[in-house]
């Protein structure tokens, strides 16, 4: 645990906190989660992302991982450098989860969204995959509903509104997506790469 705290920068009670985590709540030996840990800190670095925010980011959102972590709680970890690489976090996407399985809010919000914005706003899969407890698939189809920043710029404040309130995001966290549009880049080549025997070995990870 110390060491993990060493390597990545977390404060040693966070890093207590995330061993505890995968180890209590996704049966995962100590070594499991630590190799699951250290893999997520190289998945951050190869995304240009901090890896203590991100996974502070999980060390603070128990309960998003108590709703929505499988696979041994890797859709989190995979779900959290994503979310940073947009520039939102873990807790605004766990929110925009949230709202998606409030069905019957989520489809008026989606028809009042529709009428404001002139096109059909169809949040259908999105819904899906909050049901499937695939967050990183669901920021990617965020990104697809909000379109390209220039689409963005030409709406007036009400329409804007009107879409965070469907996707249930702060307006604000909406332009930090659509700005880093740019810089995004899929994980998933990553996290082909990243095998095990890529992962940094312990002995270094130490040091």
């Known amino acids: 645990v110390a060491d993990l705290a060493r390597s990545t920068g977390l404060a040693l009670s966070d890093s207590a906190k995330l061993v505890g985590l995968f180890t209590k709540t996704q049966g995962l030996t100590s070594e499991q989660a630590m190799n699951l840990l250290k893999s997520t800190e190289a998945l951050a670095v190869a995304n240009d992302v901090a890896p203590n925010v991100v996974l502070k980011d999980i060390a603070d959102n128990t309960e998003a991982f108590a709703k929505f972590s499988k696979d041994g709680g890797k859709n989190i970890l995979e779900a959290a450098v994503q979310a940073r690489k947009l520039g939102i976090n873990l807790d605004s996407v766990a929110k925009t989860a949230d709202g998606m399985l409030n069905f019957q809010e989520s ?4 028809i009042e969204a529709s009428i404001m914005l002139g096109r059909n706003l169809n949040l259908q899969k999105a819904r ?12 990617q189809e965020i990104v697809n509903l909000v379109g390209t ?13 009107s879409l965070a309130k469907a996707l249930n995001m702060e307006v604000s966290d909406i332009q930090k997506i659509v700005s880093g549009q ?26």
């Open 182 to 207: 740019k810089e995004q880049k899929t994980l998933q080549g990553e996290i082909t790469r990243l095998t095990s025997e890529n992962e940094l070995p312990e002995e270094a990870i130490t040091k």
């Open 128 to 139: 899906e995959l909050a049901f499937n407890n695939d967050l990183k698939g669901l920021q």
């Open 107 to 110: 489809l008026n919000n989606e």
């Open 149 to 161: 920043e220039a689409d963005f710029n030409e709406m007036n404040a009400f329409e804007r509104k």
